[in-house]
């Protein structure tokens, strides 16, 4: 289980850090423009594809190590360890990327949202009351450890969720054999 789930795990790692920092150092900041929705949205669909290999792993898994049968549970962990290591992966890939060669994203992230409330028509007391809330989020984020909390909370509940609906769609009990299933009948 340790290769299977170490293999797929750094194959969906490899893909997920490469598509965000492609995204985030090509297509984000080489024009000046960045469309944060659009941003957002291709980075979901990344980490869906990238933990799609959580499925394909523990399919293998069943499949060629398991002889055909797996529980919900082995499942569930196979799966975990996959989404665990991607994931770490994609966290350690962002915060070399934001420490040393994109560290004023989080200001022109900050300027985005401000400039979106104002285009929105809110009061100045709601616009300062913000821009103080990011001011001190912006503080925290440049702290390495909830940098990386916070890199975590946005990729490994996708994982989370793909191992589950591929462990439910996996899981495959082993089979009573016809002898087993008369003695069963016949002793109730």
Request: charged share 15%; with cysteine; proline share 2%.
């Amino acid at each position: 289980m340790k290769k299977i789930a170490l293999t797929y795990g750094l194959i969906a790692g490899t893909v997920v850090s490469a598509f965000m920092l492609f995204s985030m150092n090509y297509l984000s900041h080489c024009n000046g423009d960045v469309d944060y929705g659009t941003s957002m949205a291709v980075g979901y669909a990344s980490m869906l594809i990238a933990f799609s290999l959580v499925f394909v792993g523990i399919k293998n898994y069943r499949d060629n190590h398991n002889g055909g049968i797996i529980s919900f549970g082995k499942a569930f962990k196979v799966g975990l360890f996959i989404s665990l290591i991607a994931s770490t992966m994609y966290v350690v890939a962002w915060l070399i990327d934001f420490f040393y060669f994109i560290p004023d994203f989080i200001d022109k992230y900050s300027a985005h949202m401000l400039a979106e409330l104002r285009a929105s028509g809110a009061s100045q007391v709601k616009i300062a009351a913000k821009a103080s809330e990011i001011a001190s989020f912006a503080v925290q984020y440049r702290n390495p450890f909830f940098t990386a909390i916070m890199t975590y909370a946005e990729i490994l509940p996708v994982g989370l969720v793909v191992t589950l609906i591929s462990s439910l769609i996996l899981k495959r009990q082993p089979v009573a054999d016809e002898k087993d299933l008369s003695t069963e009948i016949h002793n109730l």
